[in-house]
Nanobody, 124 residues
Framework: QVQLVESGGGLVQAGGSLRLSCAAS????????IGWFRQAPGKEREFVGA????????GYADSVKGRFTISRDNAKNTVYLQMNSLKPEDTAVYYC?????????????????WGQGTQVTVSS
């Protein structure tokens, strides 16, 4: 069992930055790949980006590529989502999720554990 808690969300103006954190407890954190997803009102949850268990591999949705960066600190059991050049369309609840194994996946169903989410609102 892995427990995930997101933090760092808030209200920011377009063009600004936020850094989200995903803190994990429970089973050995570095046995899990971590994904970030988001869900805007009235829309389906979508993939944002993910990182492998070692941190050596990352992947991003086209909509955030070049603006968002994922990193992890296994010593702190924490994964970060650095979001720069934010746009109003980035407004959503952001979730982190854990997937057993070394590799991440783009698919929501591939993840076993989810956090409760943190709200990010970008004003124009």
């Amino acid at each position: 069992q892995v427990q995930l808690v997101e933090s760092g969300g808030g209200l920011v103006q377009a063009g600004g930055s936020l850094r989200l954190s995903c803190a994990a407890s429970g089973r050995t954190f570095n046995n899990y790949a971590i994904g970030w997803f988001r869900q805007a009102p009235g829309k389906e949850r979508e993939f944002v980006g993910a990182i492998s268990w070692s941190g050596g591999s990352t992947g991003y949705a086209d909509s955030v590529k070049g603006r968002f960066t994922i990193s992890r600190d296994n010593a702190k059991n924490t994964v970060y989502l650095q979001m720069n050049s934010l746009k109003p369309e980035d407004t959503a609840v952001y979730y982190c999720a854990a997937k057993g194994g070394t590799r991440y996946t783009y698919y929501i169903t591939g993840y076993d554990y989810w956090g409760q989410g943190t709200q990010v609102t970008v004003s124009s």
